[in-house]
């Protein structure tokens, strides 16, 4: 058994572990700590997708209660079907560029320059919403949960996830 190959999977799994539920890139964590690590060859990579399918898969067990209601609720529910809605609204814009430019993204912002500059960028961005949102009052601060967005606020997430 290779340890230092060990060392690395348990690294990289801890950082997976502790920023997956964080608003916080759990991939441009791996990135960074791989490149660190110099485990960012073709081995590595499998090693972020599977640990990532397994950091999905435990997203969807959290929310397997939500999941598991929308989806058998969906004929029924106009509140399931707008949350499938603007979920799909909410996938568009990442899905678009994706589908457009998949090349030059992965030659070029996943790096640890680009991602290391797009933490900083994210980290201004949060501390001014969370500065803006206390100059707010409460009827301007409507959104408490998934229920609460509209098709517009859901295109409005779609895009901030750039």
């Known amino acids: 058994m290779d340890l230092i190959l060990l060392a690395k999977a348990v690294i990289l799994g801890v950082v997976e572990g502790l920023t997956e539920f ?8 791996l990135i960074l700590v791989g490149d660190l690590l110099d485990f960012n060859d073709d081995q590595g990579k499998a090693f972020e997708v599977i640990i990532q399918f397994g950091a999905i898969l435990a997203v ?8 598991l209601s929308v989806a058998s609720s969906l004929k ?3 509140q399931s079907r707008r949350f499938v809605l603007n979920l799909i609204i909410a996938s568009i814009p990442a899905m678009g560029l994706g589908f457009l430019f998949s090349k030059h993204i992965k030659a070029v912002l996943f790096a640890p320059i680009p991602v290391a500059s797009a933490f900083i960028v994210g980290a201004l961005v949060i501390f001014w919403a ?23 606020d859901a295109l409005k ?6």
């Not at 964080?22 to 964590?29: A, R, V, W």
């Not at 949960?145 to 517009?152: G, H, M």
């Not at 997430?157 to 750039?162: D, S, T």
């Open 76 to 78: 029924t529910s106009p």
């Open 60 to 67: 969807c067990w959290e929310f397997r209660h939500k999941l």
């Open 157 to 162: 997430v779609g895009l901030a996830q750039f």
């Open 130 to 152: 969370e500065r803006r949102q206390l100059h707010l009052s409460p009827s301007e601060r409507a959104i408490h949960s998934d229920e609460d967005l509209t098709p517009l």
């Open 22 to 29: 964080l608003p916080i890139s759990s991939t441009g964590h």
